[in-house]
Every structure is written in structure tokens, then in C-alpha cells.
């Protein structure tokens, strides 16, 4: 949480690099003896961090530096990098289901279409499956839009994700509107796929504007259709 001062900053092990915590992941030995990601930045023992890339926790993993930092053996389960990746997902799926109590998400086709032209919409989320032609109307839509800037396009939550959020099935469309819940939200999701790779946070330029002027934030590898 903001201290009021300035971020202290941390080394990783990988690059050797300081960094704010924020852009790092603490891990820990627990009692057993296992590495184990402290999201929280709250367990006790000497902390071990590592640049927020999966390249650099499978890195650290590969050339054993956690036993490096920690001046002795440790345990690292194979595929640590996937397990972290998890958390950040799920995490974010969280962020998703508090904005949606918050009442700053609203799904369906027809109500996202309104919220555009009714509401301070930040971004559209389409289901990673969602069809090609529902995608490009609302798109297309908030292209329309008239002041308040283009919102961004978040396509990293699978349609089963985004019926579970909102405790209800085929969730295919939700747009997400102004709020302290939904920057929380943006956020979560921006660490996730920095995590993944994807690094443009919200607000940049998609990469042709000519096919889409929305900001998008998607899973790597994913294309747009």
C-alpha cells in the first residue's frame, strides 16, 4: 500500500539490477525448505526478489540462483514460473468479481453498447473466444465515442473466467466503467501480462490504428481478428 514515501527499491537476482519492489516478486524459503512466491510482501525470512518476467523466474529457477541469494540448498518444484503466472491470473480474475460487486462492470452485448454512449467507460472486455464480428461492433462503437478518450480492450479472460466472476454463464461482453475497483482491476490485469510478457499498459496506441484505435490489452500471442 502507498507509504507516502518513496518506493524502496530491491536487486534481482537475474539481472543484478535495482528496481522498485513493485516491478519485482519477493520470493521465500518456507520451513520445508520450497521457494515460494510472497505476492504480498508479507512472509517472514530474507527475501529473494526477481524482476515481475516469467523469462526471469524460469531464469533464476534454471540457474539455481534462489540457492544462490539464500547462501544454501533450497527446493524449486519444476515450473515455478507457471505457478506464479497463476497467481497473477488469479488475482486478476479477483480484481475482475470486486469490480463486478462494485458495480463498475456490466456485461451483455446490448448494456455494453448502452454504457458506451451512457457511461465513463475505461475499457471493453471481450472473452478470449469471443466471436471476431461481436468484438469488431463494440470496438467500433467506442471508436464512435465523443470526448472521454478510447477505452482499452482487456481479451485475457476466457468465457468460463468471466462467468465465474459474474456468477452467471455465457458472459461473452462486459464493459468496465469508472472507479477505484476497476483501477485496481487494470492494474492486476497490466502485472499479469507484463508477467507474460505484454507489457503496453493502458492508455497506449494499439499497433495499427487504422484496423483498431483502441488500447489493447491481450495475452501474448493472441491475434486480433
Known amino acids: 500500500m502507498p507509504s507516502g514515501r518513496e518506493d524502496p527499491e530491491r536487486t534481482c537476482i537475474v539481472t543484478r539490477a535495482a528496481?522498485?519492489?513493485d516491478a519485482l516478486i519477493r520470493f521465500v524459503v518456507a520451513p520445508d525448505g520450497a521457494v515460494v512466491p510472497d505476492f504480498r510482501r508479507r512472509l517472514p525470512g530474507r527475501g529473494m526478489w526477481v524482476t515481475a518476467r516469467a523469462d526471469c523466474v524460469a531464469t533464476a529457477e534454471k540457474r539455481k540462483l534462489f540457492a544462490r541469494a539464500h547462501g544454501?540448498?533450497?527446493?524449486?518444484?519444476?515450473?515455478?514460473?507457471?505457478?506464479?503466472?497463476?497467481?497473477f491470473a488469479a488475482a486478476a480474475l479477483a480484481a475482475l468479481s470486486m469490480a463486478r460487486k462494485a458495480g463498475t462492470l456490466t456485461a451483455g452485448f446490448a448494456k455494453v453498447e448502452a454504457a458506451l454512449v451512457k457511461e465513463d467507460v475505461i475499457a471493453l472486455i471481450h472473452a478470449a473466444e469471443a466471436a471476431p464480428d461481436g468484438v469488431a461492433k463494440l470496438n467500433a462503437a467506442a471508436n464512435r465515442r465523443q470526448g472521454g478518450g478510447k477505452p482499452a480492450v482487456i481479451r485475457c479472460f476466457t468465457g468460463e473466467q468471466l462467468d465465474l466472476?459474474?456468477?452467471?454463464p455465457n458472459v461473452i461482453h462486459a464493459a468496465l466503467l469508472a472507479g477505484p475497483a476497476s483501477r485496481n482491476l487494470m492494474a492486476r490485469v497490466e502485472t499479469w501480462l507484463a508477467?507474460?510478457?505484454?507489457?503496453?499498459?493502458?492508455?497506449?496506441?494499439?499497433?495499427?490504428?487504422?484496423?483498431?484505435?483502441?488500447?489493447?490489452?491481450?495475452?501474448?500471442?493472441?491475434?486480433?481478428?
Open 19 to 21: 528496481a522498485p519492489v
Open 72 to 87: 544454501g540448498p533450497v527446493k524449486v518444484e519444476p515450473g515455478l514460473a507457471d505457478r506464479v503466472e497463476k497467481g
Open 165 to 168: 466472476a459474474f456468477g452467471r
Open 195 to 225: 508477467f507474460r510478457g505484454e507489457d503496453r499498459p493502458a492508455g497506449d496506441i494499439a499497433r495499427d490504428p487504422s484496423e483498431l484505435e483502441l488500447t489493447e490489452i491481450v495475452s501474448p500471442g493472441q491475434r486480433e481478428e
